[in-house]
């Protein structure tokens, strides 16, 4: 089995920055892909930024780009997303997942909120 934990969500102005982490426990060794993903309120839960857990490889969905970044530590299994310049509509339930290579997202923390006012 596979734990994560997300921390580092806050309330935010717009503007602002925020980290979040995602400590990922337990055998490790069957991780392949870290994501994060978010969900807002009445909205489909999206992916943000996924890295492969080795590091690189990093994936960024569009709204986010060139604001979020996405980096994975195996020396403290930690995964971090840097958020930068958050705008209102990062507004979501921000959510880390584990996946093993070949496979689905199958490993989920239990979320960290992000609000970020205007």
């Known amino acids: 089995q596979v734990q994560l934990v997300e921390s580092g969500g806050g309330l935010v102005q717009a503007g602002g920055s925020l980290r979040l982490s995602c400590v990922v426990a337990?055998?490790?060794?069957?991780?392949?892909?870290v994501g994060w993903f978010r969900q807002a309120p009445e909205k489909a839960r999206q992916l943000v930024a996924a890295t492969r857990w080795s590091g690189g490889g990093p994936y960024y969905a569009d709204p986010v780009k060139g604001r979020f970044t996405i980096a994975s530590d195996n020396a403290t299994n930690t995964v971090y997303l840097q958020m930068n310049n958050l705008r209102p509509e990062d507004t979501a339930l921000y959510y880390c997942?584990?996946?093993?290579?070949?496979?689905?997202?199958?490993?989920w923390g239990q979320g960290t909120q992000v609000t970020v006012s205007a």
């Open positions: 997942a584990a996946s093993p290579p070949r496979g689905e997202y199958e490993y």
């Open positions: 337990g055998r490790t060794a069957s991780v392949h892909i």
